[in-house]
């Protein structure tokens, strides 16, 4: 966007902004989102390694909307649901929003556009840049490569000898049910 300005990369994004004087000026922010103001996303993944990125275009779209594009960007590690040790993810989610004051205005939103509701003169900038991390998180995390033998899992039909050492958790009502129908 011509003759927009740039905020410093290495230097942390403000947390609330007024994205209407943002789009406004055709701002650009990129920097870092400090991970201490991620509660939500430090909670969920077993650890953030190093800095979240975020680069982000305020302006208007063809239609006049308000709008954001860039992006988010940061290496966690999750929990392998296999061996449930620690392994390392890199999560980039693609920012694509459109700034609104309602749900009602956020329905009139073009499809391609997320509506971000912002309230009164401040949007909370690291709440909706870590939702976007936890939205493109893996549903399931687990090593590709094999991280357990395949022999420790077990599929079909149990060995023999263990089914004969288990004892039937129905035989006793079983056993009432003989019994009361000899009364």
């Not at 400090?34 to 990125?53: M, Y």
């Not at 392994?87 to 459109?98: I, L, N, R, Y």
């Not at 509701?117 to 909370?124: C, H, M, R, V, Y």
């Amino acid at each position: 966007m011509a003759g927009s300005t740039k905020q410093q990369a290495s230097a942390a994004i403000p947390r609330i902004v007024d994205a209407r004087k943002l789009v406004q000026r055709d701002q650009e922010l990129s920097g870092i989102v400090p991970v201490d103001g991620l509660e939500r996303l430090r909670s969920t993944v077993e650890s953030v390694d190093g800095d979240v990125h975020a680069e982000l275009v305020f302006g208007r779209d063809l239609n006049r909307h308000m709008v954001v594009e860039g992006k988010v960007s940061c290496d966690v590690q999750l929990l392998c649901q296999r061996c449930l040790q620690p392994m390392p993810e890199s999560v980039e989610a693609k920012v694509h929003w459109g700034i609104v004051w309602s749900e009602e205005q956020g329905k009139l939103l073009p499809k391609d556009l997320d509506p971000v509701i912002q309230e009164g003169d401040e949007l909370n900038l690291y709440q909706v840049l870590e939702d976007e991390i936890l939205l493109n998180l893996p549903m399931v995390a687990y090593h590709e490569e094999e991280c357990v033998p395949r022999d420790k899992f077990q599929f079909g039909d149990e060995p023999q000898g263990e089914e004969e050492q288990r004892e039937n958790p129905f035989k006793v009502l079983e056993q009432l049910k003989g019994s009361s129908d000899k009364s």
